[in-house]
């Protein structure tokens, strides 16, 4: 990329928006990444640099931003998570493939460009080996966001390999992050747990005990992001979609970390829907390929997570450091 190219971040607002903008901005320069998302925002993504208003289901409204920033990457982020995607699969399926065939078309149009598209770990299902979960496996999702992300991988390799489209992915676990909360998904307790953990002592988990889930801090997933980004095109050679691992654990193991820093904090379950989902989902995941092709290491574990997520949660609740 040049100095006078830039970035485009397509549902900027959401989860992983919302950090990954600052990231970008706080790394190339404000001016250089274009936040954009259906709805308008508010705060430090407004404020700290240029905000468009766009649907990326409008093809002619995502090429006209493209044209007109001379933008060179698109990280496209706009989708509907697993648990709301339960609730209405027509409009999962039409936001997860049609905006990630509008931004393919684009880059197939424009040429040189550079795209990220997340995948998930929801792109396997209850037929694939759970412990340890290989990069290459059985995929029989059982999910609408998961069939819509396994197909959305399939379409990535396919641009890449008959059209030569740069695109790259990664299978986030739940992400977890004091900045931006979760929109709509199965792994959302374990950031709603640290909110409640503070706020009121105590929470009701909506997935029993046992549920173990791998899991990842955010500065964690930004870092595997822009790494993956970063790498030489032939590092890259898997173009359907990197596993990514870092932590695996079950919500009583979470609820014990945090009492050590809140005594007394209580946890009690009340499974619902997205108990099925969660045990349709791999336990820990093999990530040896991204490890080897591009160097990913993750550096938080749920300790360090926990300390940090407390600490940072205390501040933005002015909260006192010790409750
Ligand atoms: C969800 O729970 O739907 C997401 C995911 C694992 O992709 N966090």
């Not at 004091?178 to 953990?197: C, E, L, M, N, R």
Request: glycine share 6%; charged share 25%; hydrophobic share 40%.
């Amino acid at each position: 990329m040049s100095q006078r190219d830039s970035i485009l971040v397509l549902g900027a607002a959401g989860q992983i928006g919302t950090d990954l903008v600052m990231r970008l901005r706080s790394d190339l320069g404000s001016d250089r990444v274009i936040a954009s998302d259906v709805k308008h925002v508010g705060g430090e993504l407004r404020e700290s640099g240029p905000f468009v208003l766009a649907d990326v289901l409008d093809f002619n409204a995502v090429a006209r931003i493209i044209d007109q920033h001379q933008v060179k990457e698109v990280y496209l982020l706009a989708a509907l998570l697993s648990a709301t995607a339960e609730q209405n699969p027509k409009l999962a399926w039409k936001l997860n493939m049609e905006g990630l065939f509008n931004v393919l078309d684009i880059a197939k149009e424009k040429k040189g460009m550079k795209i990220f598209w997340p995948s998930s770990i929801a792109v396997f299902g209850p037929t694939t080996p759970r412990d340890n979960t290989p990069q290459h496996t059985v995929m029989e999702p059982s999910t609408v966001y998961g069939v819509s992300k396994q197909a959305g991988e399939r379409w990535c390799e396919y641009y890449n390999h008959k059209f030569n489209i740069d695109v790259r992915s990664l299978r986030y676990p739940g992400l977890i992050s004091y900045k931006s909360p979760p929109g709509g998904g199965t792994t959302d307790y374990a950031v709603d747990i640290y909110h409640q953990a503070l706020e009121k002592g105590r929470y009701t988990c909506f997935l029993q005990p046992g549920t173990v889930l791998p899991m990842m801090y955010m500065p964690d997933a930004l870092d595997a992001t822009i790494s993956l980004m970063g790498a030489d095109s032939d590092k890259v050679r898997i173009r359907s979609s990197y596993n990514v691992g870092a932590i695996s654990f079950a919500p009583e193991e979470i609820a014990a970390e945090i009492s050590k820093h809140i005594p007394g904090f209580e946890i009690d379950y009340a499974p619902d829907f997205r108990q099925q989902i969660a045990d349709s989902w791999p336990r820990s995941i093999d990530d040896a390929a991204a490890r080897a092709d591009w160097g990913w290491k993750n550096k938080f574990d749920l300790a360090s997570m926990t300390t940090d997520m407390l600490m940072h949660l205390r501040e933005m609740k002015s909260l006192p450091v010790t409750k």
